[in-house]
């Protein structure tokens, strides 16, 4: 078995090499004067178990094309298996048409990264699981919930918890963590959305009264609508809100935004490795996932299970 990365996230990549006891493969990822993308596998890598660790976060097309290349020198370096480790799989939200004549881009990177030689492909918190069925090759699709119910527990005993989804679409992901919290209360904030890239909360569905309330996403970019989400709560009679987030794209005046709202906390992973954006602010915070990744990419080595890392 060999770990190698890209450029979009190197200290989750040395993370995972390091809980897998082992270095990460002598590449060279490199830029010529024109932007190409040239990689160079210094090693030997024929018949061998490969893993690409590479989140196609900001910037997405730069990112998705140093993968596309990566997989692509493997294939031609002869190595056994090809698997793609995208902790942040970019263009999710693009996965079905929102009008007349839009693509559905979350198929077509399926696609790109498919004919690239991928063999099989491992993600966390996809945005929609359907994902996985865009992709003709196996897809293991991992869950951020036990980190994040793991630290809720260690910060949180003895609060009166409730677990609130920041839309409807999202409640089946709450209700996942709920249960991981001893069966807490599940609440809804339900919102109307007058246009792309804004959101009005309209009323909450549950009691959360006197409750501290814990916001769970897959995603933060602009922080709109968790901001919005915490004020609603607050309004509501929240004793407190705090937001968990699996992917933390925080584009634009994210930061902030999160630093001006009603939230006590917004807590993502290094699924993307923006870590001078996060030093900005004592109000938002890491939790890494290295150790899950790392597990997983042991246990497909060994032919073993991974959905029992979530029982």
């Known amino acids: 078995m060999k770990l190698m990365t890209g450029n979009s996230n190197l200290p989750l990549a040395k993370a995972v090499a390091g809980y897998l006891e082992m270095p990460l493969t002598d590449a060279l990822v490199r830029r010529f004067a024109d932007e190409e993308i040239f990689v160079e596998i210094q090693e030997n890598v024929r018949g061998e178990d490969v893993f690409v660790l ?17 997989i692509d020198a493997l294939r031609r370096a002869s190595a056994k298996r090809i698997t793609a480790v995208v902790p942040y799989f970019g263009y999710a939200r693009q996965d079905r ?13 399926a696609n790109l990264i498919t004919m690239a030689g991928a063999n099989r492909v491992l993600s966390v918190d996809l945005h929609a699981g359907q994902i ?3 992709f003709d090759i196996p897809t293991d699709n991992l869950f951020a919930a036990p980190v994040m119910s793991t630290d809720i ?31 807490a209360p599940l609440a809804i904030v339900d919102k109307r959305r007058e246009r792309a890239g804004e959101s009005e909360v309209m009323n909450i569905i549950g009691d959360v009264e006197g409750r501290y309330c ?4 897959d995603i933060v970019d602009s922080a709109g609508t968790l901001c919005n989400a915490a004020a609603a709560l607050k309004e509501a009679g929240a004793a407190g809100v705090a937001a968990y987030v699996t992917h933390g794209v925080l584009s634009g005046g994210a930061i902030a935004r999160v630093e001006g709202s009603a939230l006590e906390e917004l807590v993502i992973t290094d699924s993307i490795g923006n870590h001078e954006i996060i030093a900005q602010s004592p109000k938002v915070r890491h939790l890494t996932i290295a150790p ?15 959905s029992s890392l979530f029982d």
């Open 132 to 134: 996985q069925g865009f």
């Open 214 to 217: 814990i916001l769970i996403d």
């Open 292 to 306: 899950l990744l790392a597990e997983a990419i042991r246990r497909i080595a060994d032919e073993s299970s991974v």
């Open 54 to 70: 590479q989140s196609t976060s900001f910037p997405a097309n730069d990112n998705l094309m140093e993968l596309l290349i990566c």
């Open 97 to 109: 048409k929102s009008g007349s004549r839009t693509p559905i881009s979350a198929k077509l990177v």
């Open 153 to 183: 527990l260690a910060r949180y005993t003895g609060s009166n918890l409730t677990v609130v989804s920041p839309d409807v679409g999202g409640v089946v992901r709450a209700r996942a963590l709920a249960k991981r919290l001893d069966n």
